[in-house]
Nanobody, 121 residues
Framework: QVQLVESGGGLVQSGGSLNLSCTAS????????MAWFRQAPGKRRDLVAS???????NHLDSVKGRFTISRDNAKNTVYLQMNNLKPEDTAIYYC???????????????WGQGTQVTVSP
């Protein structure tokens, strides 16, 4: 069994910062791509940032220069440092990862439960 658990969300004023983290646990053989998505009420879930196992990154244009994705492979953890937050960043943020299980070497895509980020004007 594999599980992703996020933490670090909360309420912050415009211009503030938050650091999200997501740790994968369970029977993990390897993790390739890790990513953060977000979904605002009534909107689709969008990719915010992704990072490969070699730490190659991509960021949504609207967050470039403000958000930074990183990972610690030894801890099976991905982070999203969010600076200069804006009200339009308000959403539920979800962690996502492509994971190969130790038990049967089955490769699957996994989601965390989500963490709320609210930015007040």
């Amino acid at each position: 069994q594999v599980q992703l658990v996020e933490s670090g969300g909360g309420l912050v004023q415009s211009g503030g910062s938050l650091n999200l983290s997501c740790t994968a646990s369970g029977s993990i053989f390897s993790i390739s791509l890790m990513a953060w998505f977000r979904q605002a009420p009534g909107k689709r879930r969008d990719l915010v940032a992704s990072i490969s196992s070699s730490r190659s990154t991509n960021h949504l244009d609207s967050v470039k220069g403000r958000f930074t994705i990183s990972r610690d492979n030894a801890k099976n953890t991905v982070y999203l440092q969010m600076n200069n937050l804006k009200p339009e960043d308000t959403a539920i943020y979800y962690c996502n990862a492509d994971i190969v299980r130790t038990t049967d070497r089955w490769s699957g895509n996994y989601w965390g439960q989500g963490t709320q980020v609210t930015v007040s004007p």
